[in-house]
């Protein structure tokens, strides 16, 4: 079984910055690819992006490309989300996930085994 908690969350103004962070327990965390997803009130979870074990590969939804960069420190077991350019639309739950697959970097709520309970994040305008 892997623990996963996510710290980070908070309120920000539109065009703010805030980095979440997961923290993963195993001793296998190096070899687990790791995303991150997000939930707004009334929608579907939706990826957001995702890292391979080693944090050479990585992979980002189209509406965060560019403003979010996700990374991850093996040797703290903790991946981490940084989001900027925030904008009122990125409000929603963040959740950090970690797959056990042998899949690089899964982009599909599926392909992920482990969750953590969510961090809220919210955007006003």
């Known amino acids: 079984q892997v623990q996963v908690v996510e710290s980070g969350g908070g309120s920000v103004q539109a065009g703010g910055s805030l980095r979440l962070s997961c923290a993963a327990s195993?001793?296998?965390?190096?070899?687990?690819?790791m995303g991150w997803f997000r939930q707004a009130p009334g929608k579907e979870r939706e990826f957001a992006a995702a890292?391979?074990?080693?944090?050479?590969?990585?992979y980002y939804a189209e509406s965060v490309k560019g403003r979010f960069t996700i990374s991850r420190d093996n040797a703290k077991n903790t991946v981490y989300l940084q989001m900027n350019s925030l904008k009122p639309e990125d409000t929603a739950v963040y959740y950090c996930?970690?797959?056990?697959?042998?899949?690089?970097?899964?982009?599909?709520?599926?392909?992920?085994?482990?969750w953590g309970q969510g961090t809220q994040v919210t955007v006003s305008s």
């Open positions: 996930a970690v797959s056990r697959r042998r899949i690089e970097v899964p982009v599909t709520s599926s392909d992920y085994d482990y």
């Open positions: 195993g001793r296998a965390f190096s070899s687990y690819a």
């Open positions: 890292i391979n074990w080693s944090g050479g590969r990585t």
